[in-house]
């Protein structure tokens, strides 16, 4: 019988270990449902209007509460603010990467302040698990149009 090295089964070991560990988290990512009537919206800016960069961005929820990201606790999530990008063009489906189009306040905030070039932008407000990732359905705020001057 052919005799196998140590180095070789760690190999082994640490390849058939990635492979589980991929398989269950692929298993743990399936979007959850939120609570019904759960509902995410901006408390300002509000659309239409005028404003200076840095932006204010006060976020409000109800029907759910707010948890930095990755605590895992019910029905709660944390706020990802969509700019210039339409929903349809985010992958719900995965964990939602950190762009300029896709900003994180996964701190649990439920404010802060965004740089924007003058200009026309939209504005829409996705809340997602712990994760990062949507709910199913989607809670999502109405997309809103500032003019940063």
């Known amino acids: 019988m052919k005799s196998v090295s140590l ?3 760690a190999t ?9 560990l991929a398989a269950s988290n692929a298993a743990s990512m399936d979007r959850v449902p939120a ?24 976020m409000g929820l109800r029907g759910m509460g707010v948890a930095p990201a990755g605590v895992e606790a019910d029905n709660t999530g944390h ?9 349809d063009e985010v992958d719900l489906d995965t964990s939602l ?11 649990g905030q439920t404010e ?8 026309t932008h ?5 809340f997602m698990d712990y994760r990062h990732l949507s709910f199913d359905p989607p809670v999502t705020s109405d997309k809103i149009t500032i003019t940063v001057e």
């Open 79 to 87: 706020h990802h603010l969509l700019v210039n990008q339409p929903l």
């Open 112 to 119: 802060g302040e965004i740089e924007l070039e003058p200009g």
């Open 7 to 9: 180095t070789r089964l």
């Open 122 to 126: 939209t504005l829409q407000l996705l």
């Open 35 to 58: 609570p019904e009537g759960a509902e995410v919206y901006f408390i300002s800016p509000q659309d239409g209007d005028t404003v200076e960069s840095p932006v204010p961005i006060q």
């Open 12 to 20: 082994i070991a640490l390849v058939t270990g990635a492979f589980a």
């Open 97 to 107: 990467p950190f762009s300029d189009h896709k900003r994180h306040f996964g701190g």
